[in-house]
């Protein structure tokens, strides 16, 4: 299998369980009652520390990885892999980790380096299927 699926499918991975630690969290703040309700909103609790930062970062994943998908896909389509689409491609998934993980422990400095690095990344994989 090529590098840059094989980086979709790790990146997807870690999108499938990046919501665990946000979870977490809310089990302990709500109570297991409210992780299996509609969740409305519990007067005077909010999710806090680490736990709301992995639930941010969770988010900023879902928000990001239709564009890593659909360069990945459309390269591949078009037969555009070359070596720097490996790189990008690895590239991305190791910011995209590292952006998670700096978010998580609250490194703001390290989280917007590893955010830039991918995003900058991504756009090359992009802009590589345009050309």
Not at 42 to 52: F, I, N, P, R, S
Request: proline share 3%; with cysteine; charged share 15%.
């Amino acid at each position: 299998m090529r590098p840059e699926y094989q980086s979709l499918v790790c990146l997807t991975m870690l999108f499938l369980f990046a919501w665990v630690p946000a979870s977490c969290g809310k089990w302990q703040t709500f109570g297991i009652k409210w992780l299996f309700s509609n969740r409305r909103p519990v007067e005077g609790k909010t999710l806090d520390g680490w736990h709301a930062r992995c639930e941010r970062a969770h988010n900023n994943l879902k928000d990001n990885l239709p564009a890593f998908i659909v360069a990945v896909v459309l390269l591949g389509l078009t037969n555009k892999f070359d070596h720097s689409t490996i790189i990008a491609s690895v590239g991305y998934v190791t910011c995209r980790i590292g952006h998670y993980v700096s978010y998580a422990i609250g490194n703001v400095m390290a989280r917007a380096i590893f955010f830039t690095v991918g995003v900058t990344a991504n756009t090359y994989l992009l802009i590589k299927v345009l050309i």
